[in-house]
């Protein structure tokens, strides 16, 4: 995977042949609610039972690859988010490259559910850098449901990312990937051996900790949470405290859910310090409303270039058979 390049044409013209044949964007989604529940579940392409490792390579066409995680809870009015982010797309991937944020950018999409309640709890694709990517967005289930207590299993899409995905970009370069999780509720108060076993099909036999998931995830990985204002826990003092407690400025709150793209995108750049908030609002304006990029410079107030904890590149280590969580 990680093969091609990014065609804008080819997704315009994508986008213009669903529309007139009236073919939904997320046409798995469609297809997957007109059968009974009981038979719900994420299409194979993106479904993380037995996956060993999700691999994020280099290659000739892309020699300094950088894996981006863009996870989605896709519970309730959540489900909104990945079609904001499909329509989006092309300008997500511009930015990055165009701009120069990174050489050689690949992404890999997926969904959060709830692991105590829904049918599909987990989906995770691959990493791309040519429209593949946005086929596999499209693949996402939006399910629409989750368990009403306030908690996803976010530590549940946190130890896939930590336990199965391989990156040239650590192993070759002792590089970190980005992760993304986009949600609006808390992780799960453990992150139960029980679904692990039944989602990702690991033999864990004792529940573990959310929080020491995320610190070993952070060894490999730059994590941040984004909170769009699409529900009424956006100004939840809770939902705030528990995510700073966890990633600290890295928890990202987004007054225009519409704007996720141009965050992603603007952290990025901060993040590799390419360029300044300043600079980033400035790129953000010349392919985006006025209004997007003013929600993402409130998102990144006091995240200006250099002020995202970045520690020194640590020795390249073999992957994921590295991480031990405890």
Known sequence: MGHGKWDDNAYAAARTFRAAKGIDDFGYTAAVR????????????????????RECRDSAEHADSTPIAVLFDVTGSMGSVPKVM?????????LIQRKGYLADPQLMFG????ADSDRVPLQVGQFESDNRMDEQLRTIFLEGNGGGQKSESYELAAYFVARHVVTDAWRKR????????????????????????????DDVRQDIDPVSVYRELERRW????????QSAYYNDPEIADHWRGILGQRFLKLDDPGAVCELIAATIGL?????????????????????????????????????????AAPPALDGPDDVTLR
């Open 34 to 53: 007109n059968r009974p529940r009981h038979e719900w579940r994420a299409d194979p392409s993106m479904d993380p039972k037995g996956v060993v490792a």
């Open 86 to 94: 499909q329509r989006k797309l092309g300008k997500l991937h511009g």
């Open 111 to 114: 969904g959060i559910g709830d």
């Open 174 to 201: 002792g590089r970190k990937g980005y992760l993304f999780l986009i949600g609006d509720e808390l992780n799960k108060p453990r992150l139960e051996a029980k679904h692990v076993r039944r989602v990702i099909g």
């Open 222 to 229: 730059h994590v941040h949470f984004v909170l769009p204002n």
């Open 271 to 311: 993040e590799e310090r390419v360029v300044d908030l300043d600079q980033a609002m400035v790129d953000l304006a010349e392919v985006g409303s006025a209004a997007e990029s003013e929600s993402v410079g409130k998102a990144l107030v006091g995240v200006g270039a250099g002020t995202l904890a970045k520690s």
